[in-house]
């Protein structure tokens, strides 16, 4: 039999990669990277003060420090006696980065928030005071929102678009206000600027915006944003749907699933949560 009549195989695993019994871990391995792990949560440590918080032998951490020291994964400042996380950690965080892709990542995770919700789950950026549509995936009901990839829609009248105001400094949302007025879609849309602001501080108090027929009528949306490492909002998740189904009685229920999400997302492309 040759290799193209050989059963196909997950490339990059052996046959039990799904094994996570002892047999198939790296004890020291595993060790030095509960001690990595643990030296990057706070700021730089004695070589006794870990040993006593991690609840092991000083000559065991130093043969652990000293090999992650060699990897630049760590490294010893001589003047304080301690150890701290070292430069080569953020230049592999920063690999990591480069090969995250929002859209992908948020892919599932829309799928199932709107299995989770039945409705609508959009993902949204900031483009030129509008918001981008980068991603969606439509509930099953016959009645739904629809905002296919490359939708713009004004920020002030969209709950992706108003989470994404909220987290501006006041500069930035000066500027926004400068660049045009708020135009009136419906008579739900704020129109003026002193209400919209009244409502994003609302939004930054409860963590998630609503989006209550400001833009078409009929339809609400309530939206979380989505931080990067640098702890800036640079996306924002929602549910969308008919206000039949997408009811004031239903906003808490919504906001939890879209605020889990929300939180996911930050956390898979490295941001906080």
Same mark, same amino acid.
């Given at each position: 039999?040759?290799? =193209?009549?050989?059963?196909?195989?997950?490339?990059?695993?052996?046959?039990?990669?799904?094994?996570?019994?002892? =047999?198939?871990?790296?004890?020291?391995?595993?060790?030095?990277? #509960?001690?990595?792990?643990?030296?990057?949560?706070?700021?730089?440590?004695?070589?006794?003060?870990?040993?006593?918080?991690?609840?092991?032998? +000083?000559?065991?951490?130093?043969?652990?420090?000293?090999?992650?020291?060699?990897?630049?994964?760590?490294?010893?400042? =001589?003047?304080?006696?301690?150890?701290?996380?070292?430069?080569?950690?953020?230049?592999? %965080?920063?690999?990591?980065?480069?090969?995250?892709?929002?859209?992908?990542?948020?892919?599932?995770?829309?799928?199932?928030?709107?299995?989770?919700?039945?409705?609508?789950?959009? !993902?949204?950026?900031?483009?030129?005071?509008?918001?981008?549509?980068?991603?969606?995936?439509?509930?099953?009901?016959?009645?739904?929102?629809?905002?296919?990839?490359? *939708?713009?829609?004004?920020?002030?009248?969209? #709950?992706? %678009?108003? *989470?994404?105001?909220? &987290?501006?400094?006041?500069?930035?949302?000066?500027?926004?206000?400068? &660049?045009?007025?708020?135009?009136?879609?419906?008579?739900?849309?704020?129109?003026? +600027?002193?209400? !919209?602001?009244?409502?994003?501080? !609302?939004?930054?108090?409860?963590?998630?915006?609503?989006? #209550?027929?400001?833009?078409?009528?009929?339809?609400?949306?309530?939206?979380? +944003?989505?931080?990067?490492?640098?702890?800036?909002?640079?996306?924002?998740?929602?549910?969308?749907?008919? *206000?039949?189904?997408?009811?004031?009685? =239903?906003?808490?229920?919504?906001?939890?699933?879209?605020?889990?999400?929300?939180?996911?997302?930050?956390?898979?492309?490295?941001?906080?949560?």
């Amino acid at each position: 039999m040759n290799d =193209q009549d050989s059963p196909k195989r997950a490339r990059g695993r052996p046959r039990d990669w799904h094994d996570k019994t002892a =047999q198939n871990t790296i004890k020291s391995l595993d060790r030095a990277m #509960g001690v990595y792990e643990f030296l990057s949560e706070g700021a730089g440590k004695t070589l006794s003060t870990l040993a006593k918080e991690l609840g092991e032998s +000083p000559a065991t951490l130093y043969r652990i420090l000293v090999t992650l020291e060699g990897r630049g994964l760590v490294e010893f400042d =001589q003047a304080e006696q301690v150890w701290n996380i070292g430069p080569r950690a953020f230049i592999i %965080g920063a690999r990591f980065l480069r090969r995250t892709s929002l859209v992908d990542r948020a892919r599932p995770l829309l799928r199932s928030l709107m299995e989770a919700t039945g409705e609508t789950a959009n !993902l949204g950026i900031e483009q030129n005071g509008h918001v981008l549509f980068v991603s969606q995936v439509e509930t099953h009901a016959s009645i739904r929102a629809f905002f296919p990839p490359g *939708t713009l829609s004004r920020l002030h009248a969209s #709950g992706i %678009g108003k *989470t994404l105001l909220a &987290q501006m400094g006041k500069e930035r949302l000066e500027r926004f206000f400068a &660049q045009a007025p708020l135009e009136q879609f419906t008579k739900f849309t704020l129109t003026d +600027p002193s209400a !919209l602001v009244r409502d994003l501080e !609302l939004i930054r108090e409860r963590g998630y915006s609503i989006d #209550g027929e400001e833009r078409n009528l009929g339809m609400r949306c309530i939206a979380a +944003p989505v931080f990067d490492i640098h702890g800036e909002a640079i996306a924002g998740i929602s549910v969308s749907g008919p *206000t039949s189904r997408v009811g004031i009685g =239903q906003t808490d229920e919504l906001s939890r699933a879209v605020l889990s999400a929300a939180r996911e997302l930050s956390s898979a492309i490295g941001g906080e949560v």
